[in-house]
T-cell receptor
Framework: DGGITQSPKYLFRKEGQNVTLSCEQNLNHDAMYWYRQDPGQGLRLIYYSQIVNDFQKGDIAEGYSVSREKKESFPLTVTSAQKNPTAFYLC??????????????FGAGSRLTVL | SQQGEEDPQALSIQEGENATMNCSYKTSINNLQWYRQNSGRGLVHLILIRSNEREKHSGRLRVTLDTSKKSSSLLITASRAADTASYFCASRAGGYNKLIFGAGTRLAVHP
């Protein structure tokens, strides 16, 4: 079955540590995205990538970094510079079918807690 | 910045009743999408309506779009307990391939 796999599902981090969240898709989608969700709130865009080796900052990129070395993979690193990293992180992908209707397919999410 | 704002923030109904959720957005759009999220899970795409469409149906879902008012509504008919979830509208604003989500409506359907 095609889909998006995020790992780990739960992650605990001490203050001052960097952590990397994995996102892998086998949907052959061109675009990939990282969103952050805080309790009772909507999704805020962190980074997105339309093609391999290219990515753009979203609305809340500070304290985060990404790479897109392979079409299938878009890992997110939460650095120690992120002041309030405790949140639910969602990875998504979409296929550009030329109509601009970029429907997103989401992973199951990774919940990061800073101790 | 949030492109979409859902209303109400929370909705509680009995099974069999209809649920209506509204979404307002700020800038011109090409399309508007609705997604569902079960607690602690990823989002699932429900339906997409293009800017030149006024109404769209999918099973028990009915979506309307009023571009003059920059608003959309999602109607779930004959609701079931399994419809309990958060519902988000999302629209494309600014750059290509960039979807902006609202804060969502939390729907609770009681048996």
């Amino acid at each position: 079955d095609g889909g998006i796999t995020q790992s780990p599902k739960y992650l605990f981090r001490k203050e001052g540590q960097n952590v990397t969240l994995s996102c892998e898709q086998n949907l052959n989608h061109d675009a990939m995205y990282w969103y952050r969700q805080d309790p009772g709130q909507g999704l805020r865009l962190i980074y997105y990538s339309q093609i391999v080796n290219d990515f753009q900052k979203g609305d809340i990129a500070e304290g985060y970094s990404v790479s897109r070395e392979k079409k299938e993979s878009f890992p997110l690193t939460v650095t120690s510079a992120q002041k309030n990293p405790t949140a639910f992180y969602l990875c998504a992908s979409s296929h550009d079918n030329g109509t601009g209707a970029n429907v997103l397919t989401f992973g199951a999410g990774s919940r990061l807690t800073v101790l | 910045s949030q492109q979409g704002e859902e209303d109400p923030q929370a909705l509680s109904i009995q099974e069999g009743e209809n649920a209506t959720m509204n979404c307002s957005y700020k800038t011109s759009i090409n399309n508007l999408q609705w997604y569902r999220q079960n607690s602690g899970r990823g989002l699932v795409h429900l339906i997409l309506i293009r800017s030149n469409e006024r109404e769209k149906h999918s099973g028990r879902l009915r979506v309307t779009l009023d571009t003059s008012k920059k608003s959309s509504s999602l109607l779930i008919t004959a609701s079931r307990a399994a419809d309990t979830a958060s519902y988000f509208c999302a629209s494309r604003a600014g750059g290509y391939n960039k979807l902006i989500f609202g804060a969502g409506t939390r729907l609770a359907v009681h048996p």
